[in-house]
């Protein structure tokens, strides 16, 4: 019934891959979380042993430290981590395209293989207190001195930033021109004289998010990636990519998921709870139609299509996928496990920032009406 989400049409190679990934894995498995031990460090110590083993930037040419194959090969690898409940590379995938597809042939050389060898640690500032779902608000404000850049402003949301080396950052380059011509994208690194990071602790025990405060930083004119003004494609490259259902491995961790609670339906078939069974037959539906989606979105990738504004649908067939599934969950799994330290307790709250985190629900309705539909805007 739940349809295996691991067959998404593979080539030969693809299997072949998979089963070399699988092998890899049974020998060199997901390493303890220390007692202690931050979420990012921990997640660190697993994006080195994956790259050791080359299976980090399956889709980045070899010239970049990657390993030259196709998008495919790394929505393999990510679907075979998702299946066996592994975290896969946090940010990689998205920042290694901005910079694949904004960088100069310097940066690409010099930034990408230490990206994806774990060797720097990335991070995304993007949002500001002020300008979240009206990214192109922003306020921080680079100006321009002969032959550099000086950076005042702050971020908000910036994940991880305390244990990364650069952010990829968004300012204002001009205040005259247009929102969305006047951003420009920087690789600043982290220790900079005038950085502060500070942590913010979320709901779930994890100090994930960070405030940046950005006090007259100077950034050279050769840490801008692209063109002044570049800033604002770059960032639709980069959301859009964070949005897509294919290289994540969600999709293989909600089958697990369903197939746990099927389990637990089948065992109580005499003493169903109310509504128990048609709460699960929507997450089955859910299910369903984002595997057949994300199968249409393979096929679109292997035709050379880039992730564009359809990102916008896969992100919102995932949160509801991922939202209902928790809250089915949370009725038919044993109440401990969603207690501090039990077993779903951490993905249980993560899957209610699905629905904001990369652009919220609303956005990306917004951005379904306004690009896929071409609807009028209204007022
Ligand atoms: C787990 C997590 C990790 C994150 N990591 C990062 C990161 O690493 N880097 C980074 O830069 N950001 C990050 N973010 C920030 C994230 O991108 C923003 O939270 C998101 O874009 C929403 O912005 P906001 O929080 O400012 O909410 P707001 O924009 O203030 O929105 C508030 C509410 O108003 C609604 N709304 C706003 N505008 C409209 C509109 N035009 N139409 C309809 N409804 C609207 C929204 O949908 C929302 O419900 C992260 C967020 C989360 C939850």
Not at 10 to 27: C, V
Not at 187 to 208: Q, S
Request: one cysteine or more.
């Amino acid at each position: 019934m739940t349809d295996d989400p691991l067959d998404f049409g593979d080539p030969a190679d693809l299997e072949q891959l998979r089963r070399e990934f699988r092998a890899w894995l049974a020998a060199n498995p997901l390493p303890e979380r220390l007692p202690d031990e931050p979420a990012a460090v921990f997640l660190h110590r697993w994006h080195r042993q994956l790259h050791a083993g080359g299976w980090v930037g399956l889709d980045v040419p070899e010239l970049y430290g990657g390993r030259g194959l196709t998008a495919l090969h790394q929505v393999a690898v990510s679907d075979e981590l998702g299946a066996c409940r592994a975290p896969g590379v946090p940010r990689i995938g998205y920042l290694a395209h901005a910079l694949l597809e904004f960088g100069s042939e310097e940066q690409r050389l010099r930034l990408l293989p230490r990206m994806l060898s774990g060797d720097d640690v990335w991070c995304q500032g993007f949002s500001e207190p002020g300008a979240g779902s009206d990214l192109a608000g922003m306020s921080t404000y680079a100006e321009r001195h002969d032959g550099h850049y000086t950076v005042r402003g702050q971020k908000l949301w910036t994940s991880y930033a305390q244990y990364s080396d650069y952010c990829l950052l968004l300012a204002r380059t001009n205040r005259a021109a247009p929102a969305h011509a006047s951003i420009s994208a920087f690789v600043l690194p982290l220790d900079r004289e005038g950085v502060t990071v500070r942590p913010l602790r979320a709901a779930n025990g994890d100090d994930e998010f960070c405030e940046l405060f950005l006090d007259d930083v100077r950034i050279e004119e050769d840490e801008r990636i692209g063109a002044e003004g570049d800033g604002w494609p770059l960032a639709m490259t980069t959301v859009n990519y964070e949005r897509n259902a294919l290289d994540t491995g969600h999709l293989s961790k909600y089958g697990l998921l369903l197939e746990r609670l099927r389990q637990v339906l089948q065992d109580r078939r005499d003493d169903l709870p109310d509504g128990l069974a048609s709460a699960v037959g929507r997450c089955v539906a859910d299910y369903q139609v984002l595997v057949a989606h994300a199968r249409r979105r393979t096929a679109e990738r292997l035709a050379g299509q880039g992730a564009g504004p359809e990102s916008s649908v896969d992100k919102l067939l995932m949160t509801r996928t991922e939202q209902r599934l928790y809250e089915t969950a949370l009725k038919v799994l044993p109440e401990e496990l969603f207690r501090e330290g039990g077993e779903v307790f951490g993905e249980y709250l993560y899957s209610r920032a699905a629905s904001v985190y990369g652009g919220t629900s609303q956005i990306q309705r917004n951005i379904i009406a306004k690009r896929l539909l071409r609807l009028p805007s209204a007022g």
